[in-house]
């Protein structure tokens, strides 16, 4: 049973940086792509970044770029978002996605398997 756990969302002021975690378990972890998605009160979900199973590749959304790093451990299951930076406009809630194809932007809706989401705050 596919399971991903996120955690480290939290409030911070403009300007600082959170790390989120997400942690796998269920399937062949070193396998999959994983992507980081959030969803702002209003808006629709959108990709933020996106990473194969190997590491080699890595994607941004635009707004994104220079400020926040994807990665991953395979050997703990774990792959992680660092966001540097951090501006209100990444108030959302964050969500871990995997699935075995690359990049995310090729995921249909019933694709990927999802966490519960964490939330991220950012104000003074």
């Known amino acids: 049973q596919v399971q991903l756990v996120e955690s480290g969302g939290g409030l911070v002021q403009p300007g600082g940086s959170l790390r989120l975690s997400c942690a796998a378990s269920?399937?062949?972890?070193?396998?999959?792509?994983f992507g980081w998605f959030r969803q702002a009160p209003g808006k629709e979900r959108e990709e933020v970044s996106c990473i194969s199973s190997s590491s080699l590749n890595t994607a941004y959304k635009d707004s994104v770029k220079g400020r926040f790093t994807i990665s991953r451990d395979n050997a703990n299951h774990t792959v992680y978002l660092q966001m540097n930076s951090l501006k209100p406009e990444d108030t959302a809630v964050y969500y871990c996605a995997a699935a075995i194809l690359y990049p995310c932007s090729w995921w249909g809706p019933g694709l990927p398997s999802w966490g519960q989401g964490t939330q991220v705050t950012v104000s003074s």
């Open positions: 269920g399937f062949t972890v070193d396998t999959y792509a």
